[in-house]
């Protein structure tokens, strides 16, 4: 399973509202500059996250997004599935030989016991302020 740039950098703004929990909202402009990301690929990856109910946007002057549950409560699973669709590193058939379907059922299963068991503020406390300081291998 790969994951894309809009499961990378959907991460990358979770975790950056997940750091800044409480704090009020934050910007994607503020987002993209941190990182060094495009401002308009960030407001393409966050609706989706916000139609999911995961982010919630606050309009006006000082407005931005904040996450809509405690970075406890918000696994990387929960960001993959909006983005990248279901979890799965092949489609498995029913007519596969029984060892290799297995083999993909377990990969799945290990990938999506990781991702679910990883939470925003697991990810969040890795940073140590640096730009880079994360980095996402599945």
Known sequence: ???????????????ELARQYGEGPVSLKSIAQTHDLSEHYLEQLIAPLRNAGLVKSIRGAY??????????????????RVLEGPISPVEVLDDEEPAKRELWIRIRDAVKEVLDSTTLEDLASYSDGEQDAYMFYI
Do not use: E, N, Q
Request: charged letters at 15%; a positive charge; aromatic letters at 6%.
């Open 1 to 15: 399973m790969k994951i894309s740039t809009k499961g990378r950098y959907g991460l990358t703004i979770v975790i």
């Open 63 to 80: 407005g931005g997004y904040m996450l809509a549950d405690a970075p406890a409560a918000i696994t990387a699973g929960d960001i993959i």
